[in-house]
């Protein structure tokens, strides 16, 4: 126990008597251990705690604070100024499990382990003595999973064994165990100043361990992340403790059919009694042979022991030929008893071949994406048994032919003795180290990727080295730069046997266009493995990597076919990954069925499942986007929310244009951390889609700042919604954007927060109000720097885009509004007015002079039959929450007054409605837009109309009733009220929504007097209905509309009669084409016109207006604009839109009874001159060009012509070409029936 010097003592006794101790120096509260594990690293803390394990100069120090019950920390005194004397207690007994103490010092990390070290311990306590905590019972794989929150705590491991370790332990040495599943994990010797256990015997069957779980990530001094590299740290001898067990004694065997009998013996260990103990040998279930592909053993077959030492027993499995090709065939052989544990090899695997290097179809499928889809159910993600362990059984057992190991792309030669000492030194010694076929930095650099060993060989690590992360590819021999054989490089090209180099090509300035050529024989091992990895772990895998390669790797997959070595090393491989060898060992014909055509997308995941992934991993998600920044947008799925930061190339170029708010978008990237903040960055060119634009964005989680403080993790990069903020402007009118300047401290009663106003933030420039309701993205910015995760804290409400902040509501509304009105004489004159707030005023005592002689007022009650109400003088008149009036006057409207603000709850107002047509107005002081409105209530709201100069348009806001406008909107929905949201929603139309993918679509314009006035839309969709439904769009009532175009609805029958009238008629895809039957409308009769304001990109779309009058067809594409004369009673024109065939059938049926002519235009003309005419049906035509004196000068065209309309154009030539003289001359059209003639007038 650490004690103060007695003058020490004094001296801060003399101080406390005088009130004059520092207060810097003054005792810390102790927090518990999780606490203090939660904190930076380098803060001092102090914690207490009861010591599970001590030893030389370590203490494992425990308290009950963590995630599984409990939280630890180490501590290490080999050295400082409380050594000594902390080393002394830990040898006299003072510290000792169930020593209760508490600490104070510095933490740290060694290579991932949490610790107090050396000089940092400030001051100990010893308080007491008890009993250690019991310990925690768990199994490997949540180690595997779960290894960060048992660091350093007390457990109890069952059921395990040393894999190739016998004799005594060694200090400063790393072992592997296994459970009777074969999952790993290493088992750690410290030096002598952590362990006694040096020395002690290696128990040669199952054991338990209760002892302490400890880190070694391999990232040195400070090195907390990542969270791997767990191992046990045993103490003391009686950290293990043996138990009885059964095991085979190998864990697999490769046998052809018929070349005889293969042996493998069950052997029982630990028995210390004379009693009689069996275990039962049976064949597993998921084993693709049976009892029947071999001779001699029969399933189940029971075994018995007798004695203290028996011997093993055999059984005997004798592979049967049954002349069919199945490649290769596994009977699993598994152990269970009763009487014992199982120990690791609890299962026996036998791979029975066709032949050395047997091929057979393992999986169906023709379509790449269901082929994958199946290879990854059955053959994807391995349980791999760890980095170190995989190593040394690559060396020690898969690629080790009687001691000797060959690297793979050299062919150099090495000695490994199987047997001796830690197998991967031993080629290390010798200049053999591990390459990993698909590379680290390419998606292998995490577990398990990182230990699988199907990518896993022997290299000599100059030849490492140099391939470095480059591409596999083929290269001229003048282009190599370096050649590699057995422990030789060069720069000249060798003069035989080029064969057996490999090959490199690094003088390319990009890293991407290097590449490295393997010796010829390795050509299909390597093709194979990084066709496997690419299939095993799409959301690691850099994709774009292997296409770069695919071509050339699956010629090397032809040219070098799988020999009986490479078949006998992956089913090796296999057997310790979970029986999973590589497929397209397996089966020859996966690689071109898979990849042949293209390398397919990784696999979609939850974007949860991505922040569960955490760092390193390459992912796919898809969300809808919810905001975007300068440098990335946020998205968002049912899940959760995740950044992606990602500005340049393709996915850059396309931020604020084709990805923006409501994109929903698919990517594929690399999960890092910055400061907290999890993104998702390194997005390829080809790295992402766009699924479907406008959709709907999630609603927003309601929190408050209390809540992020507590739990912020759980909703970082999603919408959230804080109300009522107060900001701190610290001195600023309007907020400034980007660096510390744009932060602001925003508290809501239950805790504090940072509003992040980040560089392009719309909100850069605008007034910073007092109080104000968030509703945008959750960020975070801890400041432990790039890739820290870690701690959960800095959590900052991001301000992107202008409605992200809204200020509260005013008590009153101001208006000061005036409205003028045209004409009185003529509808369109007319205007929708209303006011704001909570009014209750009639309209008459806003309006000067009489009603009906100085103005007059109208209500709509949205019935079918005589809706317009007219002003009365009843209560129905007075302005009202929502309410609007058609008014005209012969002055001006003009309102100045306040009103109270329309109550407001849970963020939102209602105003009433009834069926059918309503006039609405917005009684909020402000704007909203009608997405957020569509998106509040429920089913899908009808467009918003705005009355403008005498014609309707479609509006995407809803204007405040402080400016006196009022709306036109259809409530088809049967809703009794209308919610408008205070602020700005996260939704938008599914009209809007589905408009992308709306095909065959045209937008006719009808113009007067050169004025747009009126307009319509049709197309298909291949979600549209026969019927009414959202994708259709009812058109206003046009009573007092100057002009009114609009397409009568093919299901007037269904709908009412007001509904009849549509301003967008979409109908289902699939047919040749559609007839869309228009309605044109006029006040007063004279010329109106109608063009296309944009018309179906693809030129095979024919577009034609057919006037059922004439039976005239016009194409909109050719022939232009169309001008027709349109007045009070309503003219129903055709308009076809589909093939080619559609429309001429479509047209044939409207043709004239006898030949039909068009004026000539233009008339007179200079250059050229164009003759349009119909035949009623097919016919010899003949179109001529006569001059004064009657004689032909020119002959336009003359055959048989079909029925329908045709052209001829005339330039003013003669039959040989020769320009004619200005003047008059007579174009004349004959056939079998009749003939008809045109003056023109040519001008030159």
Same mark, same amino acid.
């Given at each position: 126990m650490a004690c103060l010097p007695r003058w020490v003592f004094l001296a801060a006794l003399s101080l406390l008597l005088v009130g004059a101790?520092?207060?810097?120096?003054?005792?810390?509260?102790?927090?518990?251990?999780?606490?203090?594990?939660?904190?930076?690293?380098?803060?001092?803390?102090?914690?207490?705690?009861?010591?599970?394990?001590?030893?030389?100069?370590?203490?494992?120090?425990?308290?009950?604070?963590?995630?599984?019950?409990?939280?630890?920390?180490?501590?290490?005194?080999?050295?400082?100024?409380?050594?000594?004397?902390?080393?002394?207690?830990?040898?006299?007994?003072?510290?000792?499990?169930?020593?209760?103490?508490?600490?104070t010092g510095t933490t740290s990390a060694f290579n991932g382990l949490f610790q107090i070290n050396n000089e940092d311990l400030t001051d100990y306590t010893v308080q007491g003595q008890g009993s250690p905590p019991s310990p925690q019972t768990v199994t490997l794989p949540e180690l595997a999973?779960?290894?960060?929150?048992?660091?350093?705590?007390?457990?109890?491991?069952?059921?395990?064994?040393?894999?190739?370790?016998?004799?005594?332990?060694?200090?400063?040495?790393?072992?592997?165990?296994?459970?009777?599943?074969?999952?790993?994990?290493?088992?750690?010797?410290?030096?002598?100043?952590?362990?006694?256990?040096?020395?002690?015997?290696?128990?040669?069957?199952?054991?338990?361990?209760?002892?302490?779980?400890?880190?070694?990530?391999?990232?040195?001094?400070?090195?907390?992340?990542?969270?791997?590299?767990?191992?046990?740290?045993?103490?003391?001898?009686?950290?293990?403790?043996?138990?009885?067990?059964?095991?085979?004694?190998?864990?697999?065997?490769?046998a052809e059919e018929g070349d005889g009998p293969v042996s493998v013996q069950v052997q029982v260990f630990n028995k210390e009694t004379d009693r009689t103990v069996s275990v039962t040998a049976e064949v597993g279930p998921s084993s693709t042979a049976d009892g029947t592909d071999v001779m001699g053993f029969q399933s189940p077959q029971t075994l018995t022991f007798s004695g203290t030492d028996p011997s093993p027993q055999t059984l005997t499995l004798e592979p049967v030929d049954d002349s069919e090709q199945e490649g290769v065939e596994r009977l699993e052989v598994a152990l269970s008893s009763e009487d014992g544990g199982i120990s690791s090899p609890s299962?026996?695997?036998?791979?029975?071949?066709?032949?050395?290097a047997a091929q057979g179809p393992i999986v169906a499928g023709d379509s790449a994406n269901v082929l994958l889809d199946s290879l990854r159910q059955r053959y994807g993600d391995p349980p791999t048994i760890g980095y170190g362990p995989a190593r040394d059984t690559l060396y020690r057992r898969v690629y080790n032919e009687q001691d000797t190991v060959e690297a793979i792309y050299s062919g150099l030669q090495v000695v490994v003795d199987p047997d001796g000492g830690d197998a991967s030194d031993q080629a290390l010694d010798q200049g053999v180290n591990t390459e990993h076929i698909w590379p680290r930095s390419k998606g292998a650099e995490n577990e398990p990727a990182l230990s699988d060993m199907h990518i896993l060989a022997p290299a000599h690590d100059a030849v490492n080295s140099a391939r470095s992360n480059y591409a596999f590819g083929e290269?001229?021999?003048?282009?190599?730069?370096?050649?590699?054989?057995?422990?030789?490089? =060069?720069?000249?090209?060798?003069?035989?046997?080029?064969?057996?180099?490999?090959?490199?090509?690094?003088?390319?300035?990009?890293?991407?266009?290097?590449?490295?050529?393997?010796?010829?024989?390795?050509?299909?091992?390597?093709?194979?493995?990084?066709?496997?990895?690419?299939?095993?772990?799409?959301?690691r895998a850099d994709l774009s990597f292997l296409e770069t390669q695919r071509e050339t790797l699956l010629e090397w997959h032809e040219e070098d076919p799988v020999d009986a070595t490479e078949l006998r090393r992956t089913l090796s491989q296999?057997?310790?990954?979970?029986?999973?060898?590589?497929?397209?060992?397996?089966?020859?014909?996966?690689?071109?069925?898979?990849?042949?055509?293209?390398?397919?997308?990784?696999?979609?995941?939850?974007?949860?499942?991505? =922040?569960?992934?955490?760092?390193?991993?390459? *992912?796919?998600?898809?969300?809808v986007v919810t905001r975007v920044g300068d440098d990335g947008p946020y998205i968002?799925?049912?899940?959760?929310?995740?950044?992606?930061?990602?500005?340049?190339?393709?996915?850059?170029?396309?931020?604020?244009?084709?990805?923006?708010?409501?994109?929903?978008?698919?990517?594929?990237?690399?999960?890092?951390?910055?400061?907290?903040?999890?993104?998702?960055?390194? *997005?390829?060119?080809?790295?992402?889609?766009?699924?479907?634009?406008?959709?709907?964005?999630?609603?927003?989680?309601?929190?408050?700042?209390?809540?992020?403080?507590?739990?912020?993790?759980?909703?970082?990069?999603?919408?959230?919604?804080?109300?009522?903020?107060?900001?701190?402007?610290?001195?600023?009118?309007?907020?400034?954007?980007?660096?510390?300047?744009?932060?602001?401290?925003?508290?809501?009663?239950?805790?504090?927060?940072?509003?992040?106003?980040?560089?392009?933030?719309?909100?850069?420039?605008?007034?910073?109000?007092? =109080?104000?309701?968030?509703?945008?993205?959750?960020?975070?910015?801890?400041?432990?720097?790039?890739?820290?995760?870690?701690?959960?804290?800095?959590?900052?409400?991001?301000?992107?885009?202008?409605?992200?902040?809204?200020?509260?509501?005013?008590?009153?509304?101001?208006?000061?509004?005036?409205?003028?009105?045209?004409d009185p004489s003529t509808g369109?004159?007319?205007?929708?007015?209303?006011?704001?707030?909570?009014?209750?005023?009639?309209?008459?005592?806003?309006?000067?002079?009489?009603?009906?002689?100085?103005?007059?007022?109208?209500?709509?009650?949205?019935?079918?039959?005589?809706?317009?109400?007219?002003?009365?003088?009843?209560d129905q008149f007075d302005f009202r929450p929502g309410r609007g009036f058609w008014v005209l006057s012969t002055s001006d409207w003009s309102v100045q007054t306040t009103i109270p603000t329309v109550d407001v709850q849970n963020g939102a107002t209602t105003i009433p409605l009834h069926d059918g047509w309503n006039i609405i107005s917005n009684p909020l002081p402000r704007n909203v837009p009608w997405s957020a409105v569509q998106s509040a209530n429920e089913g899908t709201l009808q467009a918003l109309w705005d009355w403008d100069s005498g014609s309707f348009r479609e509006a995407s806001t809803f204007v405040s009733a402080a400016e006196g406008e009022a709306f036109y909107v259809l409530n088809d929905q049967g809703l009794d009220q209308l919610t408008i949201p205070l602020s700005s929603s996260e939704g938008t139309t599914a009209n809007a929504a589905n408009e992308s993918r709306t095909t065959r679509a045209v937008e006719l314009v009808a113009e007067r007097k050169g004025r747009a006035t009126a307009r319509v839309e049709v197309g298909e969709h291949p979600a549209a209905a026969d019927g009414k439904d959202a994708q259709d769009l009812a058109a206003p009532p046009s009573r007092f509309a100057s002009l009114s175009l609009s397409a009568r609805a093919p299901f007037a029958g269904a709908a009412p009669e007001r509904q009849g009238r549509l301003a967008r008629d979409v109908r289902p895809t699939g047919t040749g084409g559609q007839t869309y039957t228009l309605e044109l409308r006029?006040?007063?009769?004279?010329?109106?016109?109608?063009?296309?304001?944009?018309?179906?990109?693809?030129?095979?779309?024919?577009?034609?207006?057919?006037?059922?009058?004439?039976?005239?067809?016009?194409?909109?594409?050719?022939?232009?604009?169309?001008?027709?004369?349109?007045?009070?009673?309503?003219?129903?024109?055709?308009?076809?839109?589909?093939?080619?065939?559609?429309?001429?059938?479509?047209?044939?049926?409207?043709?004239?009874?006898?030949?039909?002519?068009?004026?000539?235009?233009?008339?007179?003309?200079?250059?050229?001159?164009?003759?349009?005419?119909?035949?009623?049906?097919?016919?010899?035509?003949?179109?001529?060009?006569?001059?004064?004196?009657?004689?032909?000068?020119?002959?336009?065209?003359?055959?048989?012509?079909?029925?329908?309309?045709?052209?001829?154009?005339?330039?003013?030539?003669?039959?040989?070409?020769?320009?004619?003289?200005?003047?008059?001359?007579?174009?004349?059209?004959?056939?079998?029936?009749?003939?008809?003639?045109?003056?023109?007038?040519?001008?030159?």
């Open positions: 101790w520092p207060e810097a120096v003054q005792a810390q509260d102790p927090i518990t251990i999780n606490e203090a594990r939660d904190e930076p690293l380098g803060t001092e803390v102090t914690v207490e705690g009861t010591v599970t394990r001590a030893y030389g100069s370590y203490a494992r120090v425990q308290d009950d604070s963590g995630p599984t019950g409990a939280s630890a920390i180490v501590l290490r005194q080999t050295s400082g100024s409380n050594s000594s004397a902390f080393q002394s207690d830990i040898a006299d007994g003072t510290i000792q499990p169930g020593t209760t103490v508490k600490v999973q779960n290894g960060e929150d048992y660091e350093s705590e007390l457990l109890r491991v069952e059921g395990l064994r040393f894999l190739s370790a016998s004799g005594a332990f060694e200090n400063g040495t790393t072992y592997t165990v296994e459970d009777g599943d074969g999952q790993p994990l290493e088992f750690r010797v410290q030096d002598g100043s952590e362990t006694a256990i040096g020395g002690a015997p290696i128990p040669g069957g199952v054991f338990d361990f209760e002892g302490v779980l400890g880190q070694f990530n391999g990232e040195g001094p400070g090195g907390d992340e990542p969270d791997e590299g767990y191992q046990f740290i045993p103490v003391r001898e009686s950290d293990l403790q043996p138990s009885l067990s059964f095991s085979f004694n190998r864990l697999f065997a490769q299962r026996f695997t036998l791979w029975i071949l066709d032949g050395p290269i001229p021999d003048s282009d190599t730069d370096s050649w590699y054989f057995e422990d030789e490089s =060069r720069s000249t090209t060798p003069q035989n046997g080029l064969e057996l180099w490999s090959e490199l090509d690094s003088s390319p300035a990009e890293r991407d266009n290097r590449r490295f050529e393997p010796r010829h024989s390795k050509k299909g091992d390597v093709a194979r493995a990084a066709f496997y990895f690419a299939m095993a772990y799409p959301n296999g057997s310790y990954q979970g029986n999973i060898p590589n497929p397209f060992v397996l089966d020859s014909t996966l690689a071109d069925r898979a990849y042949g055509e293209e390398v397919p997308g990784p696999e979609v995941i939850s974007i949860q499942n991505a =922040r569960e992934q955490g760092g390193g991993r390459t *992912v796919s998600v898809e969300g968002q799925d049912q899940t959760g929310g995740l950044y992606i930061f990602e500005s340049q190339g393709v996915f850059g170029q396309a931020l604020g244009s084709s990805i923006e708010k409501g994109t929903r978008l698919e990517v594929t990237g690399t999960l890092t951390y910055f400061n907290g903040l999890l993104e998702l960055t390194d *997005v390829p060119d080809d790295g992402f889609e766009i699924i479907a634009q406008d959709e709907s964005l999630p609603a927003p989680t309601t929190l408050t700042l209390g809540d992020i403080a507590a739990s912020g993790e759980n909703h970082e990069a999603e919408l959230v919604r804080v109300e009522n903020v107060s900001i701190d402007a610290d001195g600023d009118d309007t907020f400034r954007a980007g660096s510390s300047a744009g932060n602001y401290m925003i508290q809501d009663g239950t805790g504090s927060l940072t509003l992040r106003i980040p560089s392009g933030s719309e909100l850069e420039g605008e007034p910073i109000p007092d =109080r104000a309701t968030f509703q945008g993205v959750l960020g975070q910015f801890n400041g432990a720097g790039p890739d820290a995760d870690e701690p959960d804290e800095g959590y900052q409400l991001l301000g992107l885009d202008a409605g992200d902040l809204t200020a509260e509501l005013p008590g009153e509304t101001t208006v000061d509004v005036t409205r003028s009105f045209g369109d004159s007319y205007r929708l007015v209303a006011l704001p707030g909570q009014v209750d005023q009639a309209l008459a005592s806003t309006l000067s002079g009489e009603a009906g002689v100085g103005w007059q007022a109208y209500w709509d009650d949205g019935s079918d039959q005589e809706p317009f109400i007219k002003f009365d003088g009843s006029a006040d007063t009769t004279g010329p109106v016109t109608l063009r296309a304001e944009s018309l179906p990109q693809s030129p095979q779309v024919d577009v034609a207006l057919v006037d059922p009058a004439n039976g005239r067809s016009h194409d909109l594409r050719t022939d232009g604009p169309l001008t027709l004369a349109a007045g009070p009673d309503p003219s129903r024109i055709q308009l076809l839109v589909g093939r080619s065939s559609y429309v001429t059938s479509e047209t044939r049926e409207r043709l004239p009874e006898s030949l039909t002519v068009q004026a000539p235009a233009p008339n007179p003309f200079r250059n050229q001159i164009t003759l349009k005419y119909a035949l009623p049906e097919t016919q010899d035509v003949t179109v001529a060009v006569f001059d004064l004196l009657g004689r032909r000068v020119r002959t336009l065209a003359e055959g048989r012509q079909e029925a329908g309309p045709h052209r001829v154009n005339w330039e003013g030539t003669d039959a040989s070409q020769r320009r004619l003289a200005s003047g008059t001359y007579f174009l004349r059209v004959s056939t079998d029936e009749k003939q008809h003639v045109e003056k023109v007038v040519l001008v030159r």
